[in-house]
């Protein structure tokens, strides 16, 4: 006889959500001009409220909700000062010391992207055609993170909805986990269709909005499942009390080093390296609509991160096992099993896709400019192409970069938030390149070239035989890889420091008339 498949109301709602971002796209689509810019980089129209969404929402993916909540599980509260805690504060930092000079340095030379603001302040072409390809790799884990997380959890709330068509996994005991339910790589083809059709009729503007759209639904909903989940156990006291008495040594027991905790401080510098968010800083109407960003931004990475890991501790207080030995699964597994209400489910479900596309579009959209700007038209020339055609490619290489996303995301890693860890790290170590490219006056072509290179072969070592060589030989990871107690990006970090500093001390300084154009007083940053 079929299965009886299980209620179908958790995905309905998830569908209708994606139908309202669809109909978002066909209204971005009456505000877009045409024109390439407008495309890009908005017109540089955005407000101070839209900026806050679409530069918090672009920060915010499987890596925060999904991957927090299994690190949590994995590791306890410690998490929360690992990553949360430092990235609300070092985030409106950077914001504030490096997003602002950006945006009024790209207004005043009329950039589009981040590589043509170090090729214009090193006076290279080739600085350029070197951080292309590097840049693009690293988002490329980005997007894997999210098209991941998105799988993980539609997998986890469509268990027995579709017996007859999916059968799902059997282990090597013999037992079969996930039947029934949706897989991954349908869940990644759906989500990358519906993000790359609003981001074609409204390109950076169209991402915008939806970013906007996307970090209310997820606040939303995220706030909604923590009270929920948090009643059904009691209350939040009488949840972590749980931990307390059936989990004591996850809480108390310290499972993360001092190095290790400190050193994660380095990570988040990578958003000033981000060139999806370089992008969004672009599209700011003027200075002033920083301030919002700055102020706010912490206190929504608080609203965001800390129902996730208390959710992740709980699930270790209430026994729960992570399906298939997955934490990534954990928060879908929580929602799954307290929460019975299937609306409820959906919209929750909703919240978390929200969060994840969130990323998704800005990447996209990023991608697909730095590929037109900083190849296509360095190599055609600026007036090759006509702004249709400027568009055009930049969509065509978006579909490329997605595709090759999609077919990676087909062989997983075994671990979402150590991937973004790894891909952030990467971001994080350019950061000296950066804030000596708007504060250093002596910094220099061979300098910035040392610091790139030095970065690329450290972090390509650590990498390997961090999270490639234990995944080949089949090894199961347990815990971050360390060096010397540190995270790799510790090292990583102060070599291409250390690089930047030494060559440039030993070269010839650009000119000062040169330097003089990217040097921007206080009085022009509003």
């Given at each position: 006889?079929?299965?009886?498949?299980?209620?179908?109301?958790p995905?309905?709602?998830?569908?209708?959500?994606?139908?309202?971002?669809?109909?978002?796209?066909?209204?971005?689509?009456?505000?877009?001009?045409?024109?390439s810019?407008?495309?890009?980089?908005?017109?540089?129209?955005?407000?101070?409220?839209?900026?806050?969404?679409?530069?918090?929402?672009?920060t915010?993916?499987?890596?925060?909700?999904?991957?927090?909540?299994g690190?949590?599980?994995?590791?306890?509260?410690?998490?929360?000062?690992?990553?949360?805690?430092?990235?609300?504060?070092i985030?409106?930092?950077?914001?504030?010391?490096?997003?602002?000079?950006?945006?009024?340095?790209?207004?005043?030379?009329?950039?589009?992207?981040?590589?043509?603001?170090?090729?214009?302040?090193?006076?290279?072409?080739a600085?350029?055609?070197l951080l292309?390809?590097?840049?693009?790799?690293?988002v490329?884990?980005?997007?894997?993170?999210?098209?991941?997380?998105?799988?993980?959890?539609?997998?986890?709330?469509?268990?027995?909805?579709?017996?007859?068509?999916?059968?799902?996994?059997?282990?090597?005991?013999?037992?079969?986990?996930?039947?029934?339910?949706?897989?991954?790589?349908v869940?990644?083809?759906?989500?990358?269709?519906v993000?790359?059709f609003?981001?074609?009729?409204?390109?950076?503007?169209?991402?915008a909005?939806?970013?906007?759209?996307?970090?209310?639904v997820?606040?939303v909903t995220?706030?909604?499942?923590?009270?929920?989940?948090?009643?059904?156990?009691?209350?939040?006291?009488?949840?972590?009390?749980?931990?307390?008495?059936?989990?004591?040594?996850?809480?108390?027991?310290?499972?993360?080093?001092k190095?290790?905790?400190?050193?994660?401080?380095?990570?988040?510098?990578s958003?000033?390296m981000?060139?999806?968010?370089?992008?969004?800083?672009?599209?700011?109407?003027?200075?002033?609509?920083?301030?919002?960003?700055?102020?706010?931004?912490?206190?929504?990475?608080?609203?965001?991160?800390?129902?996730?890991?208390?959710?992740?501790?709980?699930?270790?207080?209430?026994?729960?096992?992570?399906?298939?030995?997955?934490?990534?699964?954990?928060?879908?597994?929580?929602?799954?099993?307290?929460?019975?209400?299937?609306?409820?489910?959906?919209?929750?479900?909703?919240?978390?896709?929200?969060?994840?596309?969130?990323?998704?579009?800005?990447?996209?959209?990023?991608?697909?400019?730095?590929?037109?700007?900083?190849?296509v038209?360095?190599?055609?020339?600026?007036?090759?192409?006509?702004?249709?055609?400027?568009?055009?490619?930049?969509?065509g290489?978006?579909?490329?970069?997605?595709?090759?996303t999609?077919?990676l995301?087909?062989?997983?890693?075994?671990?979402?938030?150590?991937?973004?860890?790894?891909c952030?790290?990467?971001?994080?170590?350019?950061?000296?390149?950066?804030?000596?490219?708007?504060?250093?006056?002596?910094?220099?072509?061979?300098?910035?070239?040392a610091?790139?290179?030095?970065?690329?072969?450290?972090?390509?070592?650590?990498?390997?035989?961090?999270?490639?060589?234990?995944?080949?030989?089949?090894?199961?990871?347990?815990?971050?890889?360390?060096?010397?107690?540190?995270?790799?990006?510790?090292?990583?970090?102060?070599?291409?420091?250390?690089?930047?500093?030494?060559?440039?001390?030993?070269?010839?300084p650009?000119?000062?008339?040169?330097?003089?154009?990217?040097?921007?007083?206080?009085?022009?940053?509003?």
């Amino acid at each position: 006889m079929p299965a009886n498949p299980a209620d179908t109301t958790p995905l309905v709602v998830v569908a209708l959500y994606l139908g309202s971002l669809i109909g978002l796209g066909l209204f971005t689509r009456t505000l877009f001009r045409g024109t390439s810019k407008d495309y890009f980089v908005a017109g540089r129209s955005i407000g101070p409220v839209l900026l806050l969404m679409s530069v918090f929402g672009t920060t915010m993916t499987a890596f925060a909700l999904v991957g927090s909540t299994g690190k949590a599980y994995e590791l306890g509260a410690g998490v929360y000062g690992l990553m949360a805690s430092s990235s609300a504060i070092i985030h409106s930092l950077v914001f504030f010391i490096i997003g602002i000079k950006l945006w009024a340095i790209g207004k005043r030379h009329d950039f589009m992207t981040q590589i043509q603001f170090f090729r214009a302040r090193f006076q290279s072409v080739a600085l350029g055609y070197l951080l292309f390809p590097i840049l693009v790799l690293l988002v490329i884990p980005y997007l894997l993170i999210g098209i991941l997380g998105a799988g993980a959890v539609v997998r986890g709330i469509t268990v027995g909805m579709f017996p007859d068509t999916f059968a799902g996994i059997t282990t090597p005991t013999g037992a079969t986990l996930f039947a029934g339910a949706v897989p991954p790589w349908v869940t990644g083809l759906v989500i990358c269709s519906v993000v790359l059709f609003y981001i074609f009729t409204g390109g950076l503007r169209a991402a915008a909005w939806a970013n906007a759209f996307q970090t209310v639904v997820f606040m939303v909903t995220g706030l909604i499942a923590f009270t929920l989940i948090a009643d059904k156990l009691g209350g939040a006291a009488a949840a972590t009390q749980l931990v307390l008495d059936n989990a004591h040594d996850h809480v108390v027991r310290a499972k993360i080093g001092k190095l290790q905790f400190l050193t994660y401080a380095f990570v988040p510098l990578s958003v000033g390296m981000f060139p999806h968010l370089f992008q969004h800083w672009l599209t700011a109407k003027d200075a002033k609509t920083f301030r919002l960003t700055a102020v706010a931004h912490p206190l929504f990475i608080m609203i965001v991160w800390v129902p996730c890991i208390l959710i992740g501790i709980w699930a270790v207080g209430i026994g729960l096992k992570a399906p298939g030995g997955n934490s990534n699964a954990v928060l879908a597994a929580m929602v799954g099993t307290l929460l019975d209400n299937p609306y409820l489910t959906g919209l929750l479900t909703a919240g978390i896709l929200a969060a994840i596309m969130s990323s998704l579009d800005s990447q996209f959209v990023c991608l697909g400019t730095m590929f037109t700007q900083d190849i296509v038209l360095q190599v055609a020339g600026e007036d090759r192409f006509t702004d249709r055609q400027k568009i055009l490619l930049g969509r065509g290489f978006i579909v490329a970069i997605v595709a090759l996303t999609y077919v990676l995301s087909l062989f997983p890693p075994p671990k979402i938030f150590d991937l973004a860890v790894w891909c952030f790290s990467g971001f994080a170590s350019l950061f000296p390149l950066v804030f000596a490219a708007v504060y250093w006056r002596r910094v220099t072509k061979a300098g910035a070239f040392a610091s790139v290179l030095v970065m690329v072969v450290s972090w390509s070592y650590y990498f390997y035989i961090g999270l490639i060589e234990p995944t080949l030989s089949g090894e199961k990871i347990v815990g971050d890889f360390l060096v010397m107690g540190m995270m790799p990006v510790t090292v990583i970090f102060a070599a291409s420091a250390a690089a930047l500093v030494g060559v440039s001390l030993v070269t010839t300084p650009p000119p000062a008339e040169h330097v003089e154009r990217f040097m921007i007083p206080k009085t022009d940053r509003g």
